[in-house]
Every structure is written in structure tokens, then in C-alpha cells.
């Protein structure tokens, strides 16, 4: 397999200037998400910076500079009992191999649970969803605690709005992805559709855990500065693309189809379509950010409306 071996420094340094310099000037040219922006997210944010520029992309620098100390407030205060027995079961269920996870009073796993308890605090009617956990885990691993509860604040709110509600919008997501798979995977929607698999089936824990439990982790933080930059304009279809690629990875070619004859094989597969991405990350990132259909919306009927799903016109 072709193994990235990553930027080299003096590149790593020279996206460091021009993102510092994009930050800098971020109410002229981050806020209206220019090309400029686009372009530099699709060549990955470098890793000494995602602090900064994720909360800055998806808005919660500006949620937590409106709400100055809200989060320690929160922080301070006994969560709902059935909360917090439900999040202190999950918390060593998350990436239980990272050095960061590996103590149940270590930093990262407290840190996680208090991201978790605030969230319920600050949403008690919405409360905890478990695919919230990986969720915040990434984030923790790339920032302080408090900014790491504002993107998830923004993610659970206007990036995927329902998504951890007892709303499912998932359900809809799910309904969008076949039809985006109809287009752009024939072969592949095919060969789903004759043997019974529908994307709920496999595709819930991909999209409801922005894909952290089925991509290496330098893949996902590349991924995830295409979401947070495209995410909320175009709602989720930065990780229905990532989706389209992942099944085109895993029932594609005919042969892969042909060791897949039944629902068991076929699902057995796309629940481990790590396996067919390795540590290629400029190459996964390449096939995602190609223009694979030819319109420029989709036109899909939702709760009796109809509403317009970009695909995503990359620069």
C-alpha cells in the first residue's frame, strides 16, 4: 500500500505562516469562508494550529466569547445523576489505546466526562447521546476543554442539528446517502439494494461519530478540517463524500462485490472498511474533494418541503 510520510517541515512551516496570517485577518476573510480558507483546509490545517482554527471555522470562539464563563459555571456545578452514571460508563470505551484515555482518573477520561456533563447541563432536554463521546474525545485531544465544548456545542447544534436528539434526523441522512450512492455508485447501490443492506444499517455510526472509529486518526483530522469549514453552508455533505469514497473503497470493483454474496459479507465489510484505508491521507482527501457529480444540487424531499443538497464544489 502507498504510506504518507506527511508535509515535510519546511512545508508544515509555510501553511503555519499563511494560516497565522488568515487568523489574523479573520473577520475579513474568515467569516465569509473564501476560497482562500477552502483551498488551506483542503491542504489540512497543521496540527499546532487546530486549537485555534477549528472554534475559529465552526464558530465557537465567537459562542464562547458570548458566553464568558458559562462553561466554568457549568463545570462547577453536579450533573443529573442519570447522566453522569451513563457518561462514566462510556468514558474508557474512548480510544481505550491513546495515551490520553488510558486511566479512568488520568486527565483525558475526567476531562472528557466534564465536556460530557456540561453539554447535558447546557442541553438537559437533549441530555447525552453516546456517539457524542468519540466526538468529544477527538476534540479534547486538540484542544483545551472549554473550546472543546463549544464545537461540540456547534457540531450537536448547527452542524448536525438532531443528530443526537431523539429527533433521528440520522433517519433522513441515511435516506440522502442512497440516493447519493444511486448517482455517483451504481454498481455498488446495485449490489446493496439486491442483497437487503440499506445505508442506515452501516452508515449511522460512521456519520453519527464524524467517521473517528473507521479512519486512521491523521485521515480523520484531515477530514474533519473539510467539515469544519464546509459543514453548516452545505450541511453534512463533506461526511456523506467521505461516506461515497468509503463504500467505493469497499464494493467498487466487481471482484470486491463478488467476495461480498450475501448481506452478512457485505455488511461484515463496510463495518470494517478501515481496512482499505491506510495511511494515505493526501490520497483519501483527494478522492473526497473531487467533483464526482455532474449537478450541482440535489433536490431531496424533506418533512414536505424541498430542500437543496449541495455537493460540494471544491476549488
Known amino acids: 500500500c502507498v504510506r504518507s510520510v506527511g508535509p515535510s517541515p519546511e512545508l508544515v512551516r ?3 505562516a499563511k494560516w497565522i496570517n488568515i487568523i489574523g485577518q479573520w473577520d475579513r476573510i474568515l467569516l465569509k469562508k473564501s476560497s482562500k480558507v477552502k483551498l488551506q483546509c483542503q491542504k489540512g490545517i497543521p496540527a499546532s494550529l487546530r486549537a485555534k482554527c477549528w472554534p475559529l471555522l465552526c464558530g465557537a470562539s465567537e459562542r464562547m466569547r458570548q458566553n464568558e464563563n458559562l462553561y466554568e459555571s457549568l463545570d462547577s456545578q453536579p450533573g443529573l445523576q442519570s447522566w453522569v452514571d451513563i ?3 462510556d468514558l474508557d470505551r474512548q480510544f481505550p489505546f491513546h495515551e ?4 479512568k482518573d488520568g486527565h483525558g477520561q475526567r476531562g472528557l466526562f466534564r465536556v460530557l456533563k456540561a453539554y447535558t447541563q447546557f442541553q438537559p432536554e437533549e441530555g ?3 456517539a457524542q ?21 456547534q457540531i450537536s447544534e448547527q452542524y448536525l442539528p438532531g443528530y443526537y436528539s431523539p429527533l433521528l434526523v440520522i433517519l433522513f441522512d441515511a435516506a440522502i446517502l442512497s440516493w447519493v450512492l444511486k448517482k455517483t455508485c451504481p454498481a455498488a447501490h446495485k449490489h446493496l439494494q439486491q442483497h437487503g443492506v440499506e445505508p442506515l444499517m452501516f452508515a449511522t455510526d460512521w456519520l453519527m461519530c464524524l467517521f473517528t472509529r473507521h479512519l486512521p486518526f491523521n485521515t480523520l483530522l484531515r477530514v474533519w478540517d473539510l467539515f469544519f469549514c464546509y459543514g453548516v453552508s452545505i450541511r453534512c455533505c463533506v461526511l456523506l463524500q467521505v461516506a461515497v469514497v468509503l463504500v467505493r473503497r469497499v464494493l467498487g470493483r466487481a471482484e470486491q462485490r463478488k467476495q461480498c454474496p450475501g448481506q452478512m459479507e457485505t455488511l461484515e465489510s463496510l463495518r470494517g472498511v478501515r481496512e482499505h484505508v491506510q495511511e494515505e491521507e493526501e490520497t483519501f482527501i483527494a478522492e473526497v474533494t473531487l467533483k464526482r457529480v455532474s449537478t450541482p444540487c440535489l433536490f431531496i424531499p424533506c418533512r414536505g418541503n424541498i430542500h437543496n443538497i449541495h455537493i460540494i464544489q471544491y476549488i
Open 128 to 130: 447525552y447521546c453516546q
Open 100 to 103: 490520553m484515555f488510558l486511566s
Open 87 to 89: 457518561i462514566e460508563r
Open 14 to 16: 509555510q501553511r503555519e
Open 133 to 153: 463521546g468519540p466526538v468529544a474525545a477527538v476534540l479534547l485531544m486538540n484542544m483545551p476543554a472549554e473550546e472543546a465544548f463549544w464545537c461540540l456545542v
